[in-house]
């Protein structure tokens, strides 16, 4: 399992590669479910220039550690990676990785949308939207759909 809070940019997909060479697990698993979230220049409004994400380091580990390990728990998972952007991003760049391998698609597709829904409800980060004249503080996520 890896857990990892980025200051920089990471390129999700050679994230997730990596990982799954680093497990060694090849034919031991018949599925990786993976989400990749990226900044949209929309939200409540148009036109966001930027995306300043900020956390509480320490706590917002051990949440995503908690949630990590309530998806191992409930499903029958090999391994997981959930990799989170802090810091300024902008439109396009990739905000949020998770991933999970498992025997079956059906565990490996429930527990990557039960992953990425708890940490978009229960993992604390804070989001500010810059436009073009001002910035404003992110009340609540957009609902899941």
């Given at each position: 399992?890896?857990?990892?809070?980025?200051?920089?940019?990471?390129?999700?997909?050679?994230?997730?590669?990596?990982?799954?060479?680093?497990?060694?697990?090849?034919?031991?698993?018949?599925?990786?479910?993976?989400?990749?979230?990226?900044?949209?220049?929309?939200?409540?409004?148009?036109?966001?220039?930027?995306?300043?994400?900020?956390?509480?380091?320490?706590?917002?580990?051990?949440?995503?550690?908690?949630?990590?390990?309530?998806?191992?728990?409930?499903?029958?998972?090999?391994?997981?990676?959930?990799?989170?952007?802090?810091?300024?991003?902008?439109?396009?760049?990739p905000i949020?990785?998770?991933?999970?391998?498992s025997a079956?698609?059906?565990?490996?597709?429930?527990?990557?949308?039960?992953?990425?829904?708890?940490?978009?409800?229960?993992?604390p980060f804070?989001?500010?939207?810059?436009?073009?004249?001002?910035?404003?503080?992110?009340?609540?996520?957009?609902?899941?759909?």
């Amino acid at each position: 399992m890896r857990i990892a809070i980025l200051g920089s940019s990471f390129e999700p997909y050679t994230e997730v590669s990596a990982h799954e060479r680093a497990m060694n697990a090849a034919g031991k698993f018949g599925a990786c479910a993976t989400f990749i979230g990226s900044t949209r220049e929309f939200n409540l409004q148009d036109g966001i220039h930027a995306l300043t994400l900020e956390h509480y380091p320490g706590m917002t580990e051990r949440y995503l550690k908690l949630i990590a390990d309530e998806a191992m728990q409930r499903w029958p998972l090999l391994d997981l990676l959930i990799l989170h952007r802090v810091g300024e991003l902008h439109p396009g760049d990739p905000i949020v990785a998770v991933a999970v391998w498992s025997a079956h698609r059906g565990a490996a597709f429930d527990s990557c949308r039960y992953v990425m829904e708890e940490l978009k409800s229960r993992a604390p980060f804070w989001k500010k939207e810059t436009f073009e004249n001002h910035a404003s503080w992110v009340d609540k996520n957009t609902e899941a759909g």
